[in-house]
């Protein structure tokens, strides 16, 4: 896994978005099209502004998935990523060719996760541009995360830890507020991404980046499984790399 820090996030989000925007880019000259997953959360404000300010992408030959969405929430809740995705991204970048939504609103989770399964299989990820959590959490697989299912996505349980950074970071009033199940990516479907960019800014990022980087490969910090992908580059500002011992 190669790693890259700069002094503030907006530098390293310029640098991850200029990184995805080549890749995306190279996707679509020699497929017609690129398809990609986007990450949401505080995190990847730099990266997504980043991303929508390269006009030599074509978005019209993009399809986006996205990692996750709470159980419950509809798509205007503040807090729901396809809410976030549709203001940050999608309304900016103009018509995409495709956008599949997770719908975690649905009256049948477990259906949900077999129709966007059966979306994805069609569509081998270019890029994926992804976050870690304040637990090691790669999407809302939290630990100890399954490392073996090859179920494109799943309805999990979120933990504790996981709830209060979603609280910390201002989507919600109340922790109890903080839906307890999602539908997320599983790790095994990230992992098949062709390409994945990590973004990891802010000091409360910096414990979880050093036992992804320098900690055991383990599912008790799920993002430790990077170290296994061929094409993984991490992006840092040096409060999220404090923590880093070489």
């Given at each position: 896994m190669e790693r890259f820090v700069f002094d503030t996030a907006d530098e390293m989000g310029a640098a991850a978005a200029a990184d995805a925007a080549e890749r995306i880019v190279a996707a679509i000259e020699r497929a017609g099209q690129a398809n990609i997953i986007l990450a949401t959360g505080?995190?990847?404000?730099?990266?997504?502004?980043?991303?929508?300010?390269?006009?030599?992408?074509?978005?019209?030959?993009?399809?986006?998935?996205?990692?996750?969405?709470?159980?419950?929430?509809?798509?205007?809740?503040?807090?729901?990523?396809?809410?976030?995705?549709?203001?940050?991204?999608?309304?900016?970048?103009?018509?995409l060719r495709a956008v599949h939504w997770v719908r975690g609103d649905v009256a049948d989770p477990a259906a949900e996760c077999r129709r966007l399964g059966e979306i994805i299989a069609e569509h081998p990820i270019d890029v994926a541009l992804i976050g870690i959590g304040e637990n090691g959490h790669l999407a809302f697989n939290d630990p100890p995360a399954d490392f073996d299912t090859e179920k494109p996505y799943l309805v999990v349980d979120l933990d504790?830890?996981?709830?209060?950074?979603?609280?910390?970071?201002?989507?919600?009033?109340?922790?109890?507020?903080?839906?307890?199940?999602?539908?997320?990516?599983?790790?095994?479907?990230?992992?098949?991404?062709?390409?994945?960019?990590?973004?990891?800014?802010?000091?409360?990022?910096?414990?979880?980046?050093?036992?992804?980087?320098?900690?055991?490969?383990?599912?008790?910090?799920?993002?430790?499984?990077?170290?296994?992908?061929?094409?993984?580059?991490?992006?840092l500002d040096v409060a999220a790399a404090s923590r880093l011992g070489r």
């Open positions: 505080a995190s990847q404000f730099a990266t997504l502004d980043g991303l929508i300010g390269h006009t030599e992408i074509d978005f019209a030959r993009v399809v986006m998935f996205h990692l996750d969405e709470y159980i419950g929430l509809d798509d205007q809740h503040p807090a729901s990523f396809r809410r976030y995705l549709r203001e940050r991204f999608v309304d900016r970048a103009g018509p504790e830890r996981c709830r209060r950074q979603q609280l910390g970071e201002g989507w919600f009033a109340t922790l109890d507020d903080v839906p307890r199940r999602a539908i997320s990516m599983s790790i095994r479907q990230i992992l098949k991404s062709h390409s994945i960019i990590v973004s990891v800014p802010d000091e409360r990022k910096a414990q979880a980046v050093h036992d992804a980087i320098e900690g055991p490969l383990t599912n008790h910090c799920p993002a430790s499984i990077l170290r296994e992908h061929g094409d993984c580059r991490l992006y």
